[in-house]
């Protein structure tokens, strides 16, 4: 079972093989994790919501299309749970996450001072990334970090490649600006 394409687990498990779903599980868990992680910007609301996309998967397992890719299906549903995380705690502001885990290895120019650069480089990254627009915030996270090619962004996120790369683009420029805007408030 474990060469088996993720579509051919998907068909056992649309059979009535519970044990073809705990398959997929362990394939994507970390993966979706990792991107509610990145996405949400707060640990524990991204294991729950994780949780909430394998239950919703598990569900409607039978309307998955076998003749997809799978990782497109589950992360579209992925995609809806933390769109609708964001909505209900929309008045909230965002939380914390975990910076080396997105930017494991940020250069320093002066070597004396490593610690308290690598700190006051890490707070400003963390509030320019916590500043952008979720919509842009998920694009970057989705190519960059994930490492999807535009056409399945634009699968998952059920939107023309086109708005793919034009979020992608405009992210990259809020990013842009957030960093210059906390390096002048340094």
Known sequence: MEEASDEDIAKSAQ?????????????????????AR?????????????QEVFIK????????????????????????????????????????????EIFPNIPSKERADDK?????IKDMLEKCLGAINPKYREVLILYYIE????????????????????RIRRGKISAKKQFEKEQFSL
């Not at 640990?43 to 729950?48: G, L, N, R, V, W």
């Not at 490492?147 to 086109?162: E, M, Q």
Request: hydrophobic fraction near 35%; charged fraction near 30%; include cysteine.
């Open 116 to 120: 308290i650069n690598e700190k006051e």
């Open 15 to 35: 059979d009535g093989d519970t044990e073809s779903f705990g398959v997929l599980v362990d394939r994507y868990e970390m993966k979706i994790l990792r991107y």
């Open 147 to 166: 490492g999807f090619d535009y056409k399945t962004i634009a699968d998952i996120l059920r939107v023309p490649v086109s708005t793919v790369s034009a």
């Open 57 to 100: 998967a598990y569900v409607n397992i039978r309307s998955f299309d076998t003749k997809r890719k799978f990782s497109s299906w589950l992360y579209r549903i992925a995609h809806n749970e933390f769109i609708n995380a964001i909505k209900k705690k929309s008045k909230s502001p965002l939380g914390f996450f975990d910076m080396e």
């Open 38 to 50: 990145r996405f949400l910007l707060d640990s524990q609301e991204a294991e729950d919501c994780t």
